[in-house]
């Protein structure tokens, strides 16, 4: 069976310092894998996904990921924090065949300092 | 393009009552998603539509919880009979399917609290 797993329940960084949110996966293929961010009370907004046609994925608000399939991770970067940044992150792989349903980790809380 | 649209909101019941949650996806969109999120956890996929079938149902989705999607437009999930395990953020998705490119643009959800 697919599924992820975020290290980290909580990270903090101060305003300019590098972003790290960590993910591995477990899939016997190839997976479909996403990053979400998501907002106080609002709902999950798309920020980046990895379908197998680059390694390293560019998405938005700076963020970046790259898909590591000899260390089955798909670690989230941004090189310099910002306020707006704080807020939970979600990876997420997409289940096998036809159904598309995601699978998600249980989510990085992004503390970011002044 | 106005994005996934949720209604209500919020929504605070009494346990033993019913409600019912609409979900508008994103318009051409023909998949259409329920997820269940509780406090500090990801979603937990719940069902859903292709079109207006309902293809799959997690084992999280109990007799007490139904979703229609007519016409393949809009969806509803109802919960009959809620209990205070029911208070969750309830998050619609829709996505146009198109192989390895498919991807799920969320609404904002519907907060339930099951007093």
Not at chain 2, 52 to 58: H, I, P, V, W, Y
């Amino acid at each position: 069976a697919q599924s992820v797993t975020q290290l980290g329940s909580h990270v903090s960084v101060s305003e300019g310092a590098l972003v790290l949110l960590r993910c591995n996966y477990s899939s016997s293929v190839p997976p479909y894998l996403f990053w979400y961010v998501q907002y106080p009370n609002q709902g999950l907004q798309l920020l980046l996904k990895y379908t197998s046609a680059a390694t390293l994925v560019k998405g938005i608000n700076g963020f970046e990921a790259e898909f590591k399939k000899s260390e089955t991770s798909f670690h989230l970067t941004k090189p310099s924090a910002h306020m707006s940044d704080a807020a939970e992150y979600f990876c997420a792989v997409r289940v096998l065949g036809n159904t598309g349903k995601l699978i998600f980790g249980q989510g990085t809380t992004l503390q970011v300092k002044p | 393009d106005t994005g996934v649209s949720q209604n209500p909101r919020h929504k605070i019941t009494k346990r033993g009552q019913n409600v019912t949650f609409r979900c508008d996806p994103i318009s051409e969109h023909n998949r259409l998603y329920w997820y269940r999120q509780t406090l500090g956890q990801g979603p937990e996929f719940l069902t859903y539509f292709q079109n207006e079938a309902q293809l799959e149902k997690s084992r999280l989705l109990s007799d007490r919880f139904s979703a229609e999607r007519p016409k393949g437009s809009f969806s509803t999930l109802e919960i009959q009979r809620t209990e205070q395990g029911d208070s969750a953020m309830y998050l619609c998705a829709s996505s146009l399917l198109a192989g390895q490119a498919e991807t799920q643009y969320f609404g904002p959800g519907t907060r339930l609290l099951v007093l």
